[in-house]
DNA sequence: TTCATGCAATGATTCATATCAAGCGATATC
DNA sequence: GATATCGCTTGATATGAATCATTGCATGAA
């Protein structure tokens, strides 16, 4: 009946959190990802501001960073690696609500708790900000608080985009458009066929992020491979040969 | 293989835009629904400020008032009835990605265009902004934003939720769930069992909503009402017996 | 080397939900 | 007053994806 309980099953529960590594921060002029995420919003004496509030953290993969129904006291934004957003049902099934990457912020919340669960796929190192001590930077700085709408608007726009495809799409629906959107994640909207797109997640993380199993994932991408619109290299790098046959496919007029 | 294509064909599709209705607003401050939305975050003066840019608008059931792709140059604030939103295939599959109703505000984009339509269900009463106009009010009044942030970041929770629902969920815990939001939208969090909920969605809308078909959400309904967890009346009245036990239904512990 | 473990692929079978089809009341149309 | 049409329900059947089972291939440990 449930039909990722295997797949949650079969993935180790990392361990609770414990914050692997920290550095101080007070430089985020020069951070190597200023041009992304929050900071880009910002000036210099501004970016000095959130510098005093702001600690770096490196996750090592598989760990859970952000626990669903935890305190939500955090505010983090990524500057490397890539993390999986989730949320659960009692019984271990598991729905992957995103794949977030260096310049995403994670931590907006309504309630007082995290609705979602993050746990790093790779190695992931972020930025930590104590909400407490970034809500009054954000007071001052009105600029971040756009910034920070922008940001939701734009995953609000994904959200819906993925209800479409969990609700109403087909396998083969679902696994072109998780390739589509790997290719744009890369290139734009500049197809570039032929070049090599790697991904961290798994056969499984894929399975839990489009609502399907293991099994289906890698039935389908086999379909396409020997209809010859993909090819794969070593199980995590892909290269899309015809991306106008796969975006048709994606959109249902396959 | 498309799965709500036969819904999407048998509901007429309505036609295009004609504002129904408009009279002239400039007196937010003894607006109706001055408690809620977007207005909520206001003082008088602020008010005064906004009525500037505001004009009501009715549109009666069944008619788009927002076009998916069309230009986004206007906010709406939804003062009474039910919007649904959607997003569709090419082939007119649908998906409902949400119902909203009064307080909440409709407009919210990141490009140029929206990603989404709305629908009136049934007659909806809205407050229509100019995006070119309101924008500077929302520059004057952070408050403004700092509400129009919160209400982004609720409804991404309610996204989320609705994601591990339709990737993750069985009929029977969509249908128990999607009750379980009545009744929730009507008393909060304090059960009320016995007490009758009336809502204005056809059986089409419920499955494009919960990615399931018609005769589904029929079934299932009559399923429930069997067991004795629900009181069915006219179609569009429920009642829940046994909140506790829908509750754990939704949460796949029934 | 051998063994265990994790991840991916693939085949056989089952099952939940879609599809197809029919009927029923309410409301609207001619 | 006959006849559509719409929204909903229910039954019979089909099917896409889940489940169950096996295998292969890495990688790492003993």
Request: hydrophobic fraction near 40%; charge should be neutral; proline fraction near 6%.
């Amino acid at each position: 009946m449930p039909p990722s309980l295997t797949s949650a099953i079969a993935t180790p529960r990392p361990r609770r959190l414990v914050v692997a590594g920290t550095e101080g921060c007070a430089t985020c002029a020069i951070c190597e990802v200023r041009a992304n995420g929050i900071c880009s919003a910002l000036n210099d004496p501004e970016l000095e501001r959130l510098a005093q509030v702001a600690v770096k953290v490196v996750i090592p993969p598989g760990q859970i960073f952000i626990e669903e129904g935890a305190r939500a006291d955090e505010f983090f934004n990524v500057t490397s690696g890539t993390v999986k957003l989730f949320k659960s049902l009692p019984d271990g099934r598991r729905q992957i609500t995103g794949f977030v990457s260096v310049g995403h912020f994670l931590g907006l919340a309504v309630s007082k708790t995290y609705a979602f669960g993050a746990e790093a796929i790779d190695q992931v190192r972020l930025c930590r900000f104590s909400r407490t001590r970034l809500d009054p930077v954000i007071n001052e700085i009105p600029r971040l608080e756009r910034r920070l709408l922008s940001e939701a608007a734009n995953e609000l726009v994904a959200a819906q985009e993925q209800m479409l495809l969990l609700g109403r799409k087909t396998a083969r629906e679902r696994v072109a458009s998780f390739l589509q959107e790997l290719l744009e994640k890369e290139y734009g909207d500049s197809p570039a066929p032929g070049a090599w797109i790697s991904f961290p997640m798994t056969r499984a993380d894929i399975a839990d992020y489009l609502g399907l199993t293991v099994e289906t994932v890698s039935r389908t991408l086999s379909g396409l491979r020997r209809e010859g619109l993909i090819t794969v290299r070593n199980g995590h790098e892909i290269s899309i040969i015809t991306p106008s046959r796969l975006h048709a496919i994606a959109r249902g007029e396959g």
